[in-house]
């Protein structure tokens, strides 16, 4: 489909022919289109006899459509699985009328010659009724209750179109996805002329009543906050490090008492923690718990949660199992740890006005490592969630006294157009001070990160907040917890899927001119040694602003060709296809067919990034100096920035396992 997710057709007949609706169907895409459509030859015998009578042909398809989702919501199929709209169909398919074969399968050529023209008609008349709807919502806006609005364009960004929804329901609750919420983000500014940031929508504890109360108190009081058009320009295709001054979010009086205020504590009493719910974030706060139980001090954590319990609750859970060993030693040690309910992307990182007072009362360092992580979402929409989250941590840094920062960046943030890295003394307002917004991957995720480096980097010329700058490439598994491994992240997904296929390339990359394997080195770092690695380091840096290029730069010529030879002598069946096209070919045709679960959790949707072989320089010689020299001074770990190891990649598969995906 035209967002990049793969559907294997042929499945998802077989789960839809099971609606006691459905006598045959057949589901049709377009590489242009976001959602599917099908051709269904309705069982109407089912509705016979019934007190409302037989339907007609638009309430039948309402009832076929609301059968379809049904199925859906029970195999646990994703948005974009489910027909959006259906043709309903009278006649049979059949060998007689050439759509069936002679042992009775669909004859997909057939249909498409038969159907495809009127389909498509109603992919044209989706976008024109889609269209006209949010023209009408525009024009009743003032004459019907907000979240009624809400809950109309809700149904229509998701795709679901005539299903009950609930005010108390999130946007997930619909069928919708990061790409539809944007939709509905995008939907909701044109109709209300008020922006609907996109946190708002997919964040863990958003709810549509959420949204219609942003929509109704912004409209009431239109909001002063910085916005990607306040701060660059509107349909800028370009953002430079010269939009980002201070001035563009901090009003003149924070500005002018800056100047004045008390430096920076040396000694840490407080540390804040940001997205300690991510997978990197909780093991820093671990890091920081065991620390603080060692030598004194405090943790405060701010987290979503309707309430400080809640909130408690989600940074908790999100170490698994309380049972475990982890969860055990996790509920020791946070008898030590504060837990507000707030929201980093909010104005005083949504505290109330006491809880506001006493964090920049007390707080010596901020770790912040909370972000929007969508690599697919594009710079505009992640503004407020990652740029003005950071901003409000310069606030925080800049109010009652200077504070300590520690900010996770990413190495996509120093990254140059032409694919090199900017080493760690840069400045990257002049070596990367300008940055294309474009529909690369990851583009939209990368430039926030970027933004936020420049805005600490301008608090401290300014005002000498002390910054230290982390910037990690992949982050690898937990090399001791069970479990413990970011599921949803490339290498995982590209791992796992070498595994359930059982099908690699010869390579990975191209080869050296003689035919022979390239050296290559891939760059990931554990999230144990990530994470103890941030801590130690922000820590020591008590003054100055410093960067640390947080990988794995090691001449080690260990890649991604290497990962696979180690599966192979631990016994995981593999077979290499020397051809890459050929076992690129084989090996989508084979994830296409792999059980729901698994597929989703495949590299299916990353497919594009597997065109051709990947160049073997790329992963070397990336600069990290300054952060292999602060990993030998302080002694973390064993002093030396680690090499990807055989037991690594052997406990990737037993999590992998252990979770039903291999």
Known sequence: LSQGDFVAVARLEAIFATSPL???????????????????????????????????????????????????????????????????????????????????????????????????????????????????????????????????????????????????????????????????????????DVEVPIRLIIGPTATLADVAGHLAATRAEPSRRPSFESVHSPGADRVSAKDLQLEAFFDDALLAAAADLAPARTDIGTVLVTGATGYLGRFVLLDLLERAAATGGRVVCVARGTDAADARRRVLDSFGDPAAELGQRVAELATGLDVLAGDVASSRLGLADAQWQRVCDD??????????????????????????????????????????????????????????????????????????????????????????????????????????????????????????????????????????????????????????RARAHYSGLPVDFTAAAIVALAVESATGYRVYNTLNANDDGLSLDDFVDWLIDAGVEITRIEDFGQWRDRFETVLRSLSPNRRAASVLPLMHAYAEPADPRVGRALPNECFAAGVRRLGVATGTVPSISPALIGKYVRDLASLDLV
């Open 22 to 192: 459905v006598h045959q169907i057949f589901v049709y895409g377009s590489g242009e289109q976001s959602y599917l459509l099908a051709v269904v030859v309705a069982d109407t015998t089912v509705l016979d006899g019934t007190s409302a009578g037989a339907p007609d042909e638009a309430g039948l398809r309402a009832a076929v459509l609301a059968s379809l989702r049904e199925c859906a919501e029970r195999e646990g199929l994703r948005s974009w699985e489910t027909p959006r709209d259906v043709l309903i169909e009278g006649e049979p398919f059949s060998t007689a009328n050439g759509l069936l074969s002679g042992i009775g399968k669909l004859r997909r050529p057939a249909l498409t010659a038969r159907y495809g023209p009127r389909l498509e008609e109603l992919y044209a008349d989706g976008a024109t009724r889609r269209a006209e709807l949010a023209g009408r919502l525009r024009d009743e806006r003032d004459r019907r209750p907000v979240l009624e609005i809400v809950l109309e364009a809700a149904r229509l960004a998701a795709g679901s179109e005539g299903a009950p929804a609930e005010a108390t329901w999130s946007f997930a609750d619909l069928g919708g996805d990061s790409l539809s919420a944007h939709t509905f983000s995008m939907l909701l500014t044109s109709v209300f």
């Open 363 to 516: 707080v010596d360092l901020v770790v912040h490592s909370a972000a929007l992580v969508n690599h697919v979402l594009p710079y505009p929409q992640l503004f407020d969630s990652n740029v003005l989250g950071t901003a409000e941590i310069v606030r925080l840094a800049l109010t009652g006294r200077r504070k300590r920062v520690a900010y996770v960046s990413s190495v996509a943030a120093a990254m140059r157009a032409d694919g090199t890295i900017v080493d760690e003394h840069a400045d990257v307002r002049i070596d990367t001070g300008e940055r294309v917004l474009n529909e690369d991957y990851a583009n939209g995720y990368a430039t926030t990160k970027w933004a936020g480096e420049v805005l600490l980097r301008e608090a401290h010329d300014r005002f000498g907040v002390p910054v230290t700058v982390f910037r990690p490439d992949m982050i690898l598994a937990h090399t001791r917890w069970a479990g413990q491994l970011n599921v949803a992240d490339r290498f995982t997904r590209l791992l796992l899927s070498v595994v359930a296929t059982g099908l690699a390339p010869g390579s990975f990359y191209r080869g050296s001119p003689d035919g022979a």
